[in-house]
Every structure is written in structure tokens, then in C-alpha cells.
């Protein structure tokens, strides 16, 4: 028997779905919507990037956005910004962060909260007028395809600009593929840092090479299967596929069609791609996409450049680039690119309308969003740079940030989430300034990479970091409060590692001078130029443990009791302004 949200897409879903959110939306908006029929309006919906946030917050949604590989075009940050500005403000400010923001994902693409379905056709109207689409933006879909952040402007190994332009406009658009098993994510990689992090996507194309009737040629290797969440992470396994620029578009096709035709849709929890990888196995799906889904004779895997992934690979600077963030040169004679920090990837909109200004007026106005939730202001020529730099934003979302800023990443937590189990973002934001005044590194120490996801889902890609940290509940004086597990030496490079728990429910309050006691022993332990992931390898489970000592600090804990109980975890009230409850999402 299916699942029964199969049942509720049977009916309606893909692009079918758009007319009936525009109908509810003129016919009085959330209440237009039979009460009885939410739940499956609420699972269609999530195919135009349309989330209903969680419960208690009834008649608020969540709008995602979609933009391959991360480029937003001339005016369409300001767009973005402008709805945020008019339409994301909720019925109380979020004491951090104020009210009406954009969030950057983790997937290259653009997150906005409090919208009203009756706004929803104004707002496509304004995003749309600049090309900004909500389309196959969540649900049972091909989401955001993530790629190298800086295609067409620094030089790749292989060009994958084509090819991700191609995915999403021809594969991506295709209604008949809309309603797969489960969320399903691609990636592209051209230039050899990594970046596009194809260890954890569904299907991952990485730069290779091959000898092939006598002649080098370069292209893609693939590999399927990749993810995170359910403490099951997956490293994207080799296909042992080799295939040209050419032909890449139709083995991506290709493995898209066959997950859609033959993977599982009764249990959710283990349909995902990358369990279709091991209940198949390697040999089963390339012998398959041989025989249905290709026309072409598949080459054997290539040589790789993993050797060379720098990319939260957790090497050291010295190696290459492990994110985005800072000054560096195009390969545009006389033109650079500005990378900035945004922690945890939240930026008010009147802060993201001016950065759309400094972008116009010192760039080509086009903005890449990185994978790491932050922006890069590109085309910037060499002899504006200085006064680019002295612009006061700059000062707040700084190309140099400090190591903890520069590593944070933070998932959207209870404050939105359906499934989350702590507050993630607010938190984060004192944590960051609380370890910065507290915690001295090594000068050659440049980022310690923190993510924070508020459950085991893993939005926020704890798995991945050097220090990862996934919400849990505890109990302290008798009483249920938010806590962490914590885990160290996760990385994404040639060898994707995934963090090792150190420590379990620990209190929030008791978790920054846990995390200072790590850092300093690290500080204390280390050889001379070891990362952390480096000196987490060398060092022992018991060693890390008794390091990692959680201990009370005048760090100021912000909401300890369980802010998944109260209607929004900022407010004075306990009571959500309507009392229905609605289904827990399902991203």
C-alpha cells in the first residue's frame, strides 16, 4: 500500500497545483481552505516552494525560492528583499533578528517566513517580474540544483554552466517528472575545490578525465546516493560512469527517471535516493540506465580530482578555498569577487535591499549565494574594490569575519519547524559572540566550521562540520530543557567524513563551555598547522570526550524550556493566535 501522501499528489501536483493556490488565495486565503482538506492542499502546495509553518502558527507559510547553483540575477535580490520588506513580517518580532528577513539556505537559494496565502499571487508577481520562480522548490521534487557558486566566473576544470542550465531548464521543467518518490537533489562540480559538495546529493557530477580512443577528455564522473539526516548519512557512492560534457544531461535524466519509475513510495523514511543506492546497488542502476535509460554506450568512472577537494574538506588554508567568503580574482581581467559573511544566513531585508544597491553600483548587480548560506558579490572591478570595502554594510556582513562566524551555519529550528526540537538561529547568534569574546585560537586557526541543525533531519548539516551540533531535549533540575548532542571532525573532501558524538543532551547552557573546553584543548593539543579535523583524527574517542566537558557559563541561554510548545518560541504569549492543529510538515 502507498503511502497516503502518494494518495494526496495522485490527484493534483506539479504545476497543477499553482491555479488552485491562486483560486484559495482570491477566495479569502488560508480559510478558503476546507478544513478537512488542508493536509493534502498543505502536501501540494510544497511543490510551489509553499511550506504551512508549524503548528500554532496556523495561516502563516514559508515560501522557498529556486535558483539553480545559486546566481540571482540583476534585480532579483531586490525583489526578494522588497517582499520581504512588504509581506514577511509576522504578529511579533524575532528578538535577534527583528522582522521582515531573508534566510539563505544551505542549498544556494532563498527561504522567506510569515507570508499569507492571500499575498501569495502579489508576490509571485513582483519575484516573477524579475525571474524569480517558487517552482519545484520543496516537496516530492528535483529541488534547487546546487553547482559550482562561481561558474562563468573563475576557471573550472570543466565548464558546468551548460549543463546546470540545462538541468534546470529542461529537466527541472519537465511537469511529468514532478511527483517523485521523495525530495530528490543534484549537484554539479566543475572546478576542483569541490564546492558543489557532490558526496551528499542524490545524484553528483564531479570533474574527471579520461582517455578515450587514444584522446584525453575531460567530463564528469557520477555518483548516486548521497545524503544526510536520521543519523543515517551517506556518502555519495561511485557509479563507475564516466561521461563527456555532452552526454551528461541524459545520464542525470536518466537516473531521475529511474528513481521516479522505481523508487519506493510506501515508506518515507526509507525512500530517499540514497537508500534506492543500497537496496540496488551500483551494479543493478548502471546496468539499468544502460539498458532504458541511455542510448549511448556508458564509459567507465574517469580519473577524479578529490585528491585536490578543499571545500570544508578540513585542510588548511594553505591548500585552497574552503568556502566563499573574502576577496579573490575572476578570471576576468581586472574584475574580483566579494565574498561576505552572513551569519547563520539570516540578513534583514532593508540590509538585502542595500546589498542589491552596492551590488548595482560597484558590480554587474548579479549576486551568487554559496552553499555555506552566503553571498558573493561578483564582477566587482579591481579599482572600486577599496571604496566597496569601506561601505559601512561591510563592516556588518564582513569579508573577514571571525573563525566562528565564518563557520556558522544554522538550519531554521523551532521557530518555523514542524520537527525541530531546540531554537536554532537565535541561539547560534549568541553563541557566536559569546565564543568570540571567550575563546582565544591559534593565529593560523582561520575558521572552525559549527553547524547546527535543530534535529536529526539535518537541515543545517551538522554531519558535515567540525563541530556538529544536533537538537535534542534533556532533563536538568527536574525540569525538560533544550539540549545538544555534539559531534566533531565531519567534513566533505576527497574522504567525506561525518562527525563523531562526544557528547549527548547536553543543556544549552552547559553546551558553549562545553565547546570552549574542546577549542581549547585543541588550542593546547595541536601540532603546529593541524586543523581541527586533523587533530580530531589523531586524537582518541576517550580524549575528545573528556575535552568536551559540558560546563555552566555566564553565557546567557536563551529559551531552555521547549519552545516547540509555545505558538512562536519569541513571543509573551503561550497561546498561538488560533488554536487548530495541522499536520507536521514533511520536507
Known amino acids: 500500500m502507498v503511502h497516503k501522501k502518494e494518495e ?107 507570508l499569507k496565502l492571500e499575498d501569495v499571487p502579489a508576490i509571485w508577481d513582483h519575484l516573477e517580474s524579475t525571474g524569480v520562480s517558487s517552482r519545484s522548490a520543496g516537496g516530492d521534487t528535483m529541488r534547487n540544483i546546487s553547482g559550482t557558486a562561481l561558474h562563468g566566473k573563475v576557471e573550472e576544470y570543466v565548464e558546468s554552466g551548460p549543463l546546470l542550465e540545462k538541468f534546470q531548464n529542461e529537466l527541472r521543467g519537465d511537469d511529468a517528472l514532478a511527483n517523485m518518490p521523495r525530495k530528490f537533489n543534484i549537484s554539479v562540480t566543475g572546478g576542483k575545490s569541490g564546492c558543489a559538495q557532490d558526496s551528499i546529493n542524490d545524484i553528483g557530477f564531479e570533474p574527471a578525465r579520461k582517455e578515450i580512443d587514444g584522446e584525453e577528455v575531460k567530463g564528469f564522473n557520477v555518483r548516486i546516493g548521497g545524503g544526510l539526516g536520521g543519523r543515517q548519512p551517506r556518502a555519495a557512492t561511485p557509479l563507475d560512469v564516466f561521461v563527456t560534457p555532452e552526454q551528461a544531461y541524459e545520464v542525470g535524466r536518466g537516473f531521475v527517471e529511474l528513481y521516479h519509475d522505481h523508487g519506493g513510495r510506501t515508506n518515507r523514511s526509507k525512500n530517499r535516493a540514497r537508500f534506492f543506492a543500497e537496496d540496488w546497488g551500483m551494479e543493478k542502476i548502471r546496468k539499468t540506465l544502460q539498458a532504458g535509460y541511455v542510448d549511448f554506450e556508458l564509459h567507465t568512472a574517469g580519473e577524479d580530482f578529490r585528491e585536490e577537494y578543499t571545500y570544508n ?32 544566513g539570516r540578513i534583514p531585508a532593508e540590509d538585502a535591499i542595500e546589498l542589491a544597491d552596492l551590488a548595482d553600483e560597484y558590480g554587474s548587480g548579479e549576486i551568487r549565494l554559496t552553499r555555506r548560506q552566503n553571498p558573493v558579490v561578483v564582477d566587482v572591478h579591481e579599482d572600486g ?68 541543525s535543530g534535529c536529526t533531519a539535518d537541515c543545517g548539516q551538522a554531519m558535515t562540520a567540525d563541530i556538529g551540533l544536533q537538537g535534542m531535549r534533556a ?62 583524527e589523531a586524537t582518541g574517542t576517550e580524549q575528545l570526550i573528556e575535552f568536551c566537558e559540558p560546563e555552566e557559563t555566564d553565557f546567557e541561554a536563551p529559551y531552555m524550556g521547549d519552545a516547540k510548545q509555545s505558538w512562536y518560541p519569541f513571543a509573551e504569549t503561550e497561546s498561538a493566535p488560533t488554536a487548530e492543529s495541522v499536520a507536521p510538515s514533511d520536507d
Open 313 to 344: 574538506a578540513g585542510k588548511s588554508t594553505d591548500a585552497g578555498k574552503h568556502d566563499h567568503v573574502g576577496v579573490y580574482d575572476q578570471k576576468q581581467e581586472g574584475l574580483k569577487y566579494v565574498g561576505l559573511n552572513v551569519p547563520v
Open 385 to 452: 574594490l577599496e571604496d566597496l570595502l569601506a561601505e559601512p554594510l561591510l563592516e556588518e556582513y564582513q569579508p573577514e569575519p571571525s573563525p566562528f562566524e565564518r563557520g556558522a551555519m544554522a538550519c531554521t529550528g523551532t521557530e518555523f519547524c514542524s520537527i525541530a526540537l531546540t531554537e536554532t538561529k537565535g541561539r547560534m547568534a549568541r553563541m557566536l559572540r559569546w565564543l568570540n569574546k571567550n575563546v582565544d585560537l591559534p593565529d593560523d586557526v582561520e575558521k572552525i566550521k559549527m553547524h547546527y
Open 475 to 536: 532533563r536538568k533540575d527536574d525540569q525538560m530543557v533544550e539540549a545538544f548532542d555534539i559531534g566533531v571532525g565531519g567534513g566533505i573532501g576527497e574522504e567525506p567524513s561525518f562527525v563523531e558524538w562526544v557528547q549527548q543532551r547536553v543543556p544549552a547552557d552547559e553546551a558553549p563551555g562545553a565547546i570552549k573546553n574542546l577549542l581549547e584543548a585543541f588550542a593546547a593539543h595541536r601540532t603546529e598547522g593541524q586543523t581541527f579535523r586533523q587533530w580530531v
Open 8 to 114: 494526496q499528489k495522485a490527484d493534483c501536483y506539479g504545476d497543477d497545483v499553482r491555479e488552485h493556490i491562486l483560486e484559495f488565495a482570491e477566495n479569502g486565503g488560508y480559510e478558503a481552505i476546507p478544513e478537512d482538506e488542508r493536509d493534502t492542499w498543505f502536501t501540494r502546495f510544497k511543490f510551489w516552494g509553499l511550506f504551512h509553518q508549524r503548528s500554532g502558527q496556523e495561516s502563516y507559510f514559508m515560501m522557498r525560492l529556486t535558483n539553480a547553483s545559486g546566481i540571482l540575477e540583476p534585480g532579483q535580490l531586490r525583489a526578494i528583499a522588497e517582499v520581504a520588506r512588504d509581506y514577511a513580517t509576522g504578529p511579533v518580532e524575532n528578538p535577534e533578528f527583528g522582522n521582515g528577513w531573508v534566510d539563505f539556505t544551505t542549498r544556494q537559494s532563498v527561504q522567506l517566513h510569515w
